[in-house]
């Protein structure tokens, strides 16, 4: 019995001080894994800095870090949307980034205070199963995807993910919620098939005959093509909303005691090895110079050209309101 | 002899217990009144909270209709008839606990679909599981057992002198099974009957694998996708509302039910039912469950985990391995601690006192508190009031312990029934100290029980994945957590190994409970302790 109690005290003190110990880096990672672990670990193999990595969705990791206020655990942010850092740098969380960190990133993304760093940049596009749709019959603005009746039931678009909200809230920027309120009520009359959060899940489904098109961003389309799935991409035409650029990014909190080594894995990330590591291992467009892509992608100044022009400042406020408008048609 | 006052250390866990799950709860009630009037009238008067309290309740009875038309056939099966091998019935009827829903959930929708393992070895494009029948047909799978377990024990101690008196009064086989059987296997029915639901309404992985919104699902949708956690706090007091109504429901049907023996009797077993050509039908359940809830789950595993075996990952099994057996050990102890107290204050003073019995009962609320909701309450209050504690390893153990509490206190109860406490007293006046009496005389009597209690609540920690997603410190990752994340990803082949893992810890685990409970029945052990595992006998089935 005694024996019993102690080796329980010993190792909830063991599991205690396993917590505690660190005083390294924390990561609060809306991305996930697959893309952040490789280069966490290059990182500490080249600093000797070690790093905790809390994955989350974006949604989850801000209300945490909003919730934890002074005391949250977190050095780093690293979102996966323009909307969840703007989010963070609207509530003043983030450190002011030197011009040192910004110099060689491209300024497509880059907010003007420099509160957060821009690490890759997406589309959102529509992808088609090659074998059930042709491409000319598809709709030239997002907009009019409600329209489409003979899609009914083969629709396939993910409301909890935050790319999604992201375009949605890039909708009531450009056209005001009138307009978005009438296309989410268009588009659930067509019974779209929620896929939640998962994109991977929903192009499997795609594949499986269970819908025709989805609303996704472009790399998940590249990945499946890889796989050679009968799926391809589709773009709007120049400047629709449905072709909307969105940047991943990380921040420092102020909150942070190591902010030092924050900067160094900041600038880890903006590294031509991390950026060629972004690129080749989710077709994700490099925000530095100079990096050669595949020729399946479109190239980064044409594609640019595709997404309209959107003031990411005003994101964060729209977010919650496409949540907002989500609940009330019964979709979140 | 004993004095008639418990010792006040033995007390204070019970105390612990119902502080340590009231606490943040009351929290919760706290942070979900903080928004604005006009806000919380929008949000409690969501027509959207209609909808989700009727899935959930509609998801509840049909999973306790599907559970009842699977496990009373195979319990009687087990019990009744000469069907054989009954060994086997027994396994079909326990294995599937081993297996969590959502590693059910993530085989069935791995195993159909295009591309899917069904596909793949026959050409049929078999569809997929979703929406309110997939996440029925999940749970019913995976949560049969409970009712199974506590059917088959009632079935097989239930006096057949009963049943004879009517067979003799002239009531045909079916009348008598009708009017006699079925009605003396409410209370057991009641007991399995409070678990499976309070599963269902806790439960938020198959349902939102299958795209079926419920209470849960909400809350766990809530919170990973809003920027705001006041709707998910609401959420949370909904659920508990609900549950609350079920479990005052079952107290109300469970009043007044009293169909235990008046007389010892004698200790036969039942008549044997000759089943004839219905051996058919009977075989065909049987397979038909053995398919489904055991080959496909384990065939579409191995088939993923064959078709894309990355030999890298089998690092992060390991490590995830270990932090997983780490935690559920380390839970065991702490668990297994706190529910001595408990049982043992039910056992000695249950009889003459009231307040005892109901410190007993402390440990069926945490139980009875859904995960995601407790999981929250917690959150919210470690960061507010003790906020050292928040994402370490210390509070996810208080978790565990809390809310697997009344897992443990079953097992060491049935033992303590055995271990009279006339031999604490005769230790007691050979002059050994209260203290020295428990430690000397009773905890070895009763070791066996706080090995199972020890050993349900390492395998219900290894499959529990609410608790952990939410409370774990970073970096914290468990093999449940490591197949939730992959398969919300869809990516089959990434979680298959962590699955089988889990899966194939939960069977071995399943077993050495199940021949332990089952080695110990021996005849005239059969009346007080019907083998059933612990977590399948609240007392009198009301646990609060």
Known sequence: MKLVLLATTALLLAGTSLAQSNTSLTIYSGRAKTFVDPVVQQFEKQTGIKVNVRYGTDAQLVAAIREEGARSPADVYWGNSVGALGELAAEGKFSKLGTALTRNVSDDYLPDNRTWLPTTVRFRTLAYNTAKIKPADLPDSVLDLPKMTSLKGRIGWTVSYPSFQDFLAAMISKYGEATTKTWIEGMKALQPKDYKTSNVGMLEAMRAGEIDVALTNHYYIQRVNRL?????????????????GNATGAGILKTSKNQRAAVRLLQALVSKDAQTFFLSVNFEYPVIGNILQPTTMLPYADIIKRSPRIDPTVLPKNIEKAQKLLRDAGLL | ??????????????????????????????????????????????????????NTLGLTA??????????????????????????FLMLLGVLP??????????????????????????GINWPGPSGFWGALGVLTLFTFPYLFLNLHAALRTQDPSLEEAARLLGRTPWQTFLSVTVPHLRPAWLSGALLT?????????VVSLMRYPTFSAAIYQQYTAAYDRVYSAWLALLLLVLTAAVLLLEARLMRGVSLSRVSPGGARQPTTVRLGWGVIP?????????????????GTVVYWLTRDFDPAALVDLWEAAQTALGAAAVAAITTTLLAFPLAY??????????????????????????????????????LRVTPSLYQTFPLLIAAYTLHFVAEAVGPIRTSLAHATPRLEEAARVLGLSPLQALTRVTLPLIRPGLWVSAAFVFLSVLKELPLT????????????????????????????PYALALALSGALLTLLILRRETGKASPQGQQSTPHRLPEASPQQGTPL
Not at chain 2, 69 to 85: E, I, K, Y
């Open chain 1, 228 to 244: 050679s799935y009968p799926i391809e991409t589709y773009f709007f035409k120049n400047g629709d909303i449905g072709n909307l």
């Open chain 2, 1 to 54: 002899m004993i004095s008639r006052r418990p010792p006040l250390l033995l007390l204070l866990p019970a105390v612990l217990t119902v502080l340590g799950v009231l606490l943040p709860l009351a929290y919760l009630v706290f942070r979900a009144f903080g928004a604005e009037a006009s806000e919380l009238r929008e949000i409690v008067f969501r027509t959207r909270n209609l909808e989700l309290a009727g």
């Open chain 2, 62 to 87: 049909a999973v306790l209709a599907c559970t009842t038309a699977v496990a009373l056939p195979l319990a009687f099966l087990a019990t009744r008839t000469d069907f054989r091998p009954r060994r």
């Open chain 2, 97 to 122: 606990l081993a297996i969590p829903g959502y590693v059910g959930a993530y085989a069935l929708i791995a195993a159909s679909g295009f591309g899917g393992t069904i596909q793949a070895l026959t």
């Open chain 2, 197 to 205: 639901g309070l599963h269902v309404l806790g439960d938020f992985s």
């Open chain 2, 282 to 298: 009977a075989w065909a359940l049987v397979l038909l469950l053995t398919g489904a809830a055991l080959v496909v789950p384990l």
């Open chain 2, 345 to 382: 204050i039910g056992s000695r003073y249950g009889q003459q006192h009231r307040w005892a019995r109901l410190t007993e009962r402390a440990a069926y609320l945490g139980y009875a508190t859904p995960p995601l909701a407790f999981a929250l309450a917690l959150v919210f209050f470690s």
């Open chain 2, 469 to 496: 997603l939410l409370l774990s410190p970073t970096g914290f990752d468990t093999l449940a957590r490591n197949v939730w994340t992959y398969t919300e990803e869809a990516q089959y082949a990434a979680a298959a």
